[in-house]
C-alpha cells in the first residue's frame, strides 16, 4: 500500500487528492483526541504492512498504519460495513497516474487501544484488494500522538504530545512536510535528496522518475529488471529493479539495497521536487518514533538492521485482484518463466494445491525466500485444466 500533494479543482465542488502506493495525501483538521496516558497496542505484519485492531463509530475495523497516507481513508467495503454517509466528492490521483473517484465522510468516533478521537474527518477510497483491509491510518492519527513503531516486538506505542522523552540510544533526524506527508534528508549512491517516509509501502526503496533522469541513474546499474512492481492507487506501477550500492539515513548506511527506479510519469512517483519513497524493507530495520508535533524523527537500530536485503528471486510480479493471485509479469529468462508460467496465469493453489495458504502476503513472502528455495505452484491458464509448475529461487539482480 507510498508523498503528498494536494490540488484544488473548483474549489466549490471538488477536491483533488493525489495518493502514492496505498497513501493519500490531503491535509485535514479534526477534533483532537482525548486526553490519555501512553499506551501500546499490538500489530500484526503482513507483507510488510502495520495491521492494527481497532473500531470506527464503535464498530471493529482492521486498519493500516500508513505514515505516507495524508488522510484518514476507509474502504468502500468498510464504509458499507459501517453505513457511513458520503459526504463531498471528489478525485484521487495515485502512484499509478489514474484517477479514481472519492467521498469525503465524518467518522463519530476514531479508536485505536483506548486512543480515540471524534469527529475525525476521512475518505473513501478504493484501495488494492491485496491490502485486504478496513482503511488507513495517515498523517491526522499521527498528529495526534507521538507514535512509535517497534517492529521486533510488534507494538505500536502512542505518546501524548509534550509528554514524550527521546529515547536515549536513537538518533534524531529533522522532518519536512510536502502536501502532508513526512519527508526526511537522505543520500543515495553520494546523491542527497528528500524521501518520503512510508510505512505504507510494501518495498524498500523506490526512486523517482525526475530524480532518477536528472541524476542519470537509469543506465548506470547492472543487471537492471524492467517490471511491474505493484499495484497502487491510480493502477500498476512499473520500474527497473536494480541494486543501488549505497543509501544512507544520517549515520545509518546500508550497502548493496534492492530498489526500485521508478517508470511512472504520471501522479506521485513523478514529482519533481522528491527523491523517492522510503518503504517497510528499511524502516522494519528500526525502531521508529514519529514526533509530528515537533517534526523529528527518531530512529535506533533493530534486530534486523543488518538483515540483506532481498530482491526478486522468482521472476514473477504476483497481482492480487478480485480475490485471485497471478502472473502480472515474467521475466524471460528466470526460473518462474524457465517453468512455464505465463504472463495471466491464475495461481490457485501452494505445494499440494492448498488455497488456504494464498493469501497475498504468504505468496510474497514465499517467493522472497531464500536463494535455492524449491517453489511449487499451481497454476491455471485461461480455461484449461490446472498444472503444478517448479522452480527454485536465485538472485536475479
Not at 507514535?147 to 504530545?161: H, K, R, S
Request: hydrophobic share 40%; aromatic share 8%.
Amino acid at each position: 500500500m507510498q508523498s503528498i500533494e494536494r490540488h484544488q479543482v473548483r474549489r466549490s465542488r471538488l477536491r483533488q487528492i493525489v495518493l502514492s502506493l496505498f497513501l493519500l495525501v490531503l491535509i485535514l483538521t479534526g477534533n483532537s483526541a482525548q486526553a490519555l496516558n501512553q499506551i501500546t497496542v499490538p500489530f500484526t505484519l503482513r507483507g510488510m504492512h502495520i495491521y492494527v485492531n481497532g473500531s470506527i463509530n464503535d464498530k471493529p475495523v482492521t486498519l493500516v498504519l500508513d505514515s505516507g497516507a495524508g488522510a484518514n481513508v476507509v474502504t468502500p467495503q468498510g464504509a458499507a460495513m459501517l453505513g457511513l454517509k458520503l459526504g463531498r466528492p471528489g478525485i484521487a490521483v495515485g502512484a499509478g497516474g489514474k484517477s479514481t473517484d472519492v467521498h469525503m465522510v465524518t467518522l463519530a468516533s476514531l479508536e485505536v487501544g483506548g486512543a480515540r478521537a471524534e469527529k475525525q474527518t476521512a475518505y473513501i477510497i478504493p484501495l488494492p484488494d491485496a491490502l485486504r483491509c478496513d482503511g488507513l491510518l495517515g498523517t491526522p492519527f499521527f498528529r495526534q500522538w507521538v507514535v512509535t513503531i517497534d517492529y521486533d516486538a510488534c507494538t505500536v506505542t502512542l505518546t501524548p504530545n509534550g509528554q514524550f522523552s527521546p529515547p536515549a540510544n536513537a538518533v534524531e533526524f529533522p522532518t519536512e512536510f510536502k502536501m502532508d506527508t513526512v519527508h526526511v534528508q537522505a543520500t543515495v549512491d553520494g546523491v542527497k535528496g528528500l524521501f518520503k517516509l512510508d510505512t505504507g509501502a510494501a518495498d524498500t526503496l523506490t526512486l523517482f522518475g525526475p530524480f532518477v533522469k536528472k541524476n542519470g541513474m537509469r543506465n548506470r546499474y547492472s543487471p537492471s529488471i524492467e517490471i511491474v512492481t505493484g499495484r497502487g492507487v491510480g493502477g500498476l506501477l512499473y520500474g527497473d529493479e536494480v541494486r543501488l550500492p549505497s543509501f544512507a539515513i544520517g549515520p545509518y548506511e546500508f550497502k548493496n539495497v534492492a530498489s526500485t527506479l521508478s517508470r511512472q510519469t504520471q501522479g506521485v512517483f513523478a514529482d519533481p521536487d522528491l527523491a523517492g519513497n522510503i518503504g517497510e524493507a528499511i524502516l522494519r530495520r528500526f525502531k521508529v518514533t514519529f514526533d509530528h508535533t515537533n517534526r523529528r524523527l527518531y530512529l535506533s537500530k533493530g534486530l534486523e538492521y543488518e538483515k540483506p536485503f532481498v530482491g526478486n528471486r522468482s521472476g514473477l510480479a504476483v497481482d492480487y485482484v478480485g480475490g485471485v493471485s497471478f502472473a502480472r509479469s515474467v521475466i524471460a529468462g528466470s526460473p518462474a518463466a524457465l517453468a512455464g508460467i505465463q504472463e495471466g496465469d491464475s495461481i490457485i493453489g501452494i505445494d499440494d494445491g492448498s488455497k488456504d495458504k494464498l493469501q497475498p502476503w504468504d505468496l510474497r513472502d514465499l517467493l522472497s525466500g531464500e536463494v535455492g528455495t524449491k517453489v511449487t505452484l499451481t497454476v491455471r491458464t485461461g480455461a484449461m485444466p490446472p498444472r503444478a509448475v517448479a522452480f527454485t529461487l536465485r538472485e536475479l539482480y
